[in-house]
């Protein structure tokens, strides 16, 4: 690790600051726009070197799940020029007034929204968060330097070249967006988060070790998601209401939620690893949910209850309910008596990320909504949209389970700060 190097690409990063923080609206949205543009224009020369990328790994012996992370697909591509366009077409965050009031002396009090400055995203093999991390951070009239290794450094690079050719636009500011990819990674991102006096935030995206060693010893605010164990409870059904009316769970909804919620994304942080399930359903939902399972193939571990249901899945260990398994189709089956119970095995074991319930009940909706400490709780709908873009947010910089500043996707208001604005008539302290 150079540190010379590295307190060169600080001090462009700062000095840029100053010019970006006075881009206007308009000139955010046409930097954005031309960006896409020459994405778009570059689309074959960045999927080729993502594809020198990919054969590189291969012969390394990389795993498939990081072949996974590296790769980027046509439709992928084509997600991350709407996503880009997104952000540039959404109603701009910077300078909105979040409160305001009056004091009895007439002065005029406002907390705006402002950037939040110089800030350092420190990624692990992530080729395809670069483009989006660019978008959101010009969106928010931030500075970034993106640091990542180098897995996917023949991919960043060309996403590099589409970014130095914006710099030939008018008005677009140098240094305002950059690139290090490098074999010290990990040492690298440990330096450039201790310069307190130069970031001003920092956004880890990497495995549970990676964000553990960065964050330890961070001496500027970080924003992180600490592991990747989601959960599903299948609730049993309910005698409500004065009558107590039969209120049942939707068996052919309960299938679906699971499956999607390990399926769609399963090499996501947001990808359910665990299903628990009330015993009063459990013979009925795992009797249809095994057929749905083998179909998917996925490979089922069952704790000592659950296997009386399914003969064929594998007896679960204790650390398959507290470690999500890496394999992308595995899944743990377990049983338990109440949602009382679901919900402290969650709070317990699970990331604090994404997890959902399946009920036909109000009350266990409500229950497992303040009872579940999670950045995303669900009902009746599967762990993975947890996703900035499906909340409407237009995209977003990763996720973060820490409960002060940002929880759950980190979007474009994460990305700013509150700063006061005071508007007075020649008020004084102790005067009128």
Not at 3 to 32: E, G
Not at 89 to 115: E, F, K, M
């Amino acid at each position: 690790m150079d540190k010379d190097a590295l307190d060169a690409i600080t001090a462009r990063a700062v000095a840029a600051y100053r010019k970006t923080v006075l881009l206007t609206s308009s000139q955010k949205r046409d930097f954005l726009d031309a960006f896409a543009d020459k994405l778009k224009a570059a689309r074959a020369e960045i999927l080729s070197a993502n594809a020198e990328d990919l054969q590189h790994a291969r012969e390394l012996g990389r795993p498939q799940r990081l072949l996974d992370r590296l790769a980027i697909s046509e439709n992928q591509f084509d997600r991350m020029l709407r996503r880009i366009r997104d952000v540039a077409a959404i109603a701009d965050i910077v300078g909105q007034t979040a409160s305001s009031w009056v004091r009895p002396n007439r002065l005029d009090i406002r907390r705006i929204r402002v950037p939040v400055g110089v800030i350092c995203v420190c990624c692990e093999s992530r080729p395809f968060v670069f483009p989006l991390t660019v978008a959101m951070c010009f969106k928010t009239n931030n500075v970034m330097v993106f640091a990542t290794d180098t897995e996917g450094t023949r991919t960043v690079r060309a996403f590099e070249r589409v970014v130095k050719a914006c710099e030939e636009l008018p008005g677009f500011p140098k240094d305002a967006i950059q690139l290090l990819s490098e074999a010290s990674h990990l040492e690298a991102c440990r330096y450039l988060t201790s310069l307190d006096r130069s970031y001003d935030l920092a956004i880890l995206r990497g495995s549970q070790d990676f964000v553990a060693e960065v964050s330890q010893y961070a001496r500027i605010p970080v924003f992180k998601r600490c592991g990747r164990l989601c959960h599903v409870y299948v609730d049993c059904n309910h005698l409500e209401g004065t009558e107590n009316k039969i209120v049942e769970t939707d068996l052919t909804m309960a299938v679906q939620v699971t499956i999607a919620s390990r399926c769609y994304l399963p090499d996501s942080c947001t990808s359910a690893s665990v299903v628990l399930v009330h015993r009063d359903i459990a013979s009925r939902f795992l009797e249809v949910f095994q057929t749905a399972a083998t179909q998917h193939g996925l490979h089922l571990k069952a704790d000592a209850r659950a296997k009386a249901f399914l003969p064929d899945a594998t007896p679960a260990e204790p650390a398959d309910f507290t470690n999500p398994s890496l394999e992308k189709t595995e899944l743990a089956i377990g049983i338990v008596d109440s949602e009382e119970e679901a919900i402290e095995r969650i709070n317990t074991n699970g990331s604090a990320l994404s997890d959902t319930i399946v009920t036909g009940s109000e009350t266990a909706k409500q229950l497992f909504f303040s009872g579940v400490d999670s950045a995303v709780v669900y009902a009746n709908a599967s762990t993975c949209f947890t996703n900035g873009s499906e909340f409407g947010m237009g995209a977003d910089i990763g996720i973060s389970t820490d409960k002060l500043d940002v929880r759950g996707p980190i979007g474009l208001e994460a990305l700013t700060s509150l700063k006061f604005v005071v508007r007075g008539a020649g008020q004084t302290r102790g005067g009128g």
